[in-house]
T-cell receptor, first 111, second 113 residues
Framework: DQQVKQNSPSLSVQEGRISILNCDYTNSMFDYFLWYKKYPAEGPTFLISISSIKDKNEDGRFTVFLNKSAKHLSLHIVPSQPGDSAVYFCAGRTSGSRLTFGEGTQLTVNP | KAGVTQTPRYLIKTRGQQVTLSCSPISGHRSVSWYQQTPGQGLQFLFEYFSETQRNKGNFPGRFSGRQFSNSRSEMNVSTLELGDSALYLC????????????FGPGTRLLVL
């Protein structure tokens, strides 16, 4: 049962444009959602999170939107920079500190 | 503050052996979680320890076990290694209550031959 799904394995955008990464979930028990950025052979780096009772959270160039009725969240990166190229994972949190991750989306930002 | 540290960073073992991986959380963090990342299964939750007690467990066989010490450092052990155990093993720490963010270490890359 894939509780968190990232349906786009890859996304390519031009530098300076907006990157939008999407994530769908099925588990209504998630109380927080988190986005991580990951390079190969390294641990994920935390980017931004959102509580399940909010619909938007912003931190600099990163904004996460949550649509609970659609069980959908998205991460917006504006403006996109070449250094943002990495794999992005969304995750839902349940009971304590258990995170359930999506499959990841490879973002490539072209100069 | 120092981040999450994991040792060793790389490890090569043969089938049937056992392995122990170590994780030191961020100072003040009392919850430690372990995850396995493989190309086929993605990032999967193994277990979580808090105050030396296992608080959560994922769907992994009993060959995977862990423990946490009084200083919050954690170890995970895999016995009777199989080829499919080759993976990046990640440790994450967080504050005990309410804080939603888990901070990950660099991981231990395990190769089973």
């Amino acid at each position: 049962d894939q509780q968190v799904k990232q349906n786009s394995p890859s996304l390519s955008v031009q530098e300076g444009r907006i990157s939008i990464l999407n994530c769908d979930y099925t588990n209504s028990m998630f109380d927080y959602f988190l986005w991580y950025k990951k390079y190969p052979a390294e641990g994920p780096t935390f980017l931004i999170s959102i509580s399940s009772i909010k619909d938007k959270n912003e931190d600099g160039r990163f904004t996460v939107f949550l649509n609970k009725s659609a069980k959908h969240l998205s991460l917006h990166i504006v403006p996109s920079q070449p250094g943002d190229s990495a794999v992005y994972f969304c995750a839902g949190r349940t009971s304590g500190s258990r995170l359930t991750f999506g499959e990841g989306t490879q973002l490539t930002v072209n100069p | 503050k120092a981040g999450v540290t994991q040792t060793p960073r790389y490890l090569i073992k043969t089938r049937g052996q056992q392995v122990t991986l170590s994780c030191s959380p961020i100072s003040g963090h009392r919850s430690v979680s372990w995850y396995q990342q493989t190309p086929g299964q993605g990032l999967q939750f193994l277990f979580e320890y808090f105050s030396e007690t296992q608080r959560n467990k994922g769907n992994f066989p009993g060959r995977f076990s862990g423990r946490q010490f009084s200083n919050s450092r954690s170890e995970m052990n895999v016995s009777t290694l199989e080829l499919g155990d080759s993976a990046l093993y990640l440790c994450a720490s967080s504050t005990p209550t309410g804080e939603e963010t888990q901070y990950f270490g660099p991981g231990t890359r395990l190769l089973v031959l």
